[in-house]
């Protein structure tokens, strides 16, 4: 199974908006609503931002958000902040009952 | 609150095994399976494979197949993952995280990791 395929990076300002793709096949991202995005900081552990595609758990900003089209899933960040810059990670369910995560995209808030 | 403690950093020799724990709390244990996630330094996150606490059955990453081993201890609430026949290339803080459900495959509340360095 092929890691799913990120940016390595993208930037933008504080206040502005941001879109991080992800990008699988028909065997994952394109065939479940099982798409999970994660943000890790320097030196902790990777925290859930959203799940089921479109999910967001308790405590997680509303400025943070996700969509599908098709096999490709995308994280937005609107109003950026500085304390958003991290690592991000997509995961999805696949076919074949695994796991399969993205490469990872690192943001810098400029 | 949730939350998973696992075990201490490990020093280990090229061929050995190793066998990190990961021990939940907060919530019913037998209600959500247990996925092990690694990162390698300055790599990005890999999965190893799921345990059902419910039942004790088993995914594994084709990468891992044969090498790797997780199991579940219920009177304990205490999850274990063996990886065996270890390479310097296995050098990684290793995760637990727990998933969205009994029966599903999606992290959401992760371990403190476990940092496993394999020496030559």
């Known amino acids: 199974q092929s890691a799913l395929t990120q940016p390595a990076s993208v930037s933008g300002s504080p206040g502005q908006s941001i879109t991080i793709s992800c990008s699988g096949t028909t065997s994952d991202v394109g065939a479940y609503n099982y798409v999970s995005w994660y943000q890790q900081h320097p030196d902790k552990a990777p925290k859930l931002m959203i799940y089921d595609v479109t999910s967001r758990p308790s405590g997680v900003s509303h400025r943070f958000s996700g969509s599908k089209s098709g096999s490709t899933a995308s994280l937005t960040i609107s109003g950026l902040q500085t304390e958003d810059e991290a690592d991000y990670y997509c995961s999805s369910y696949t076919t074949i009952n695994t796991l399969v995560f993205g490469g990872g995209t690192k943001l810098t808030v400029l | 609150q949730v939350q998973l403690v696992q075990s201490g950093a490990e020093v280990k020799k090229s061929g050995a095994s190793v066998k990190v724990s990961c021990k939940p709390s907060g919530y019913t244990f037998t209600t959500y399976g247990i996925s092990w996630v690694r990162q390698a330094p300055g790599q990005g996150l890999e999965w190893m494979g799921w345990?059902?606490?419910?039942?004790?059955?088993?995914y594994y990453a084709q990468s891992f197949q044969g090498r790797v081993f997780m199991t579940t201890d219920t009177p304990t609430s205490t999850v274990f993952m063996e990886l065996r026949s270890l390479r310097s290339d296995d050098t990684a803080i290793y995760y637990c995280a727990r998933d969205l459900g009994a029966f599903v495959i999606s992290p959401d509340s992760w371990g403190q990791g476990t940092l496993v360095t394999v020496s030559s």
């Open positions: 345990i059902s606490t419910y039942n004790g059955n088993t």
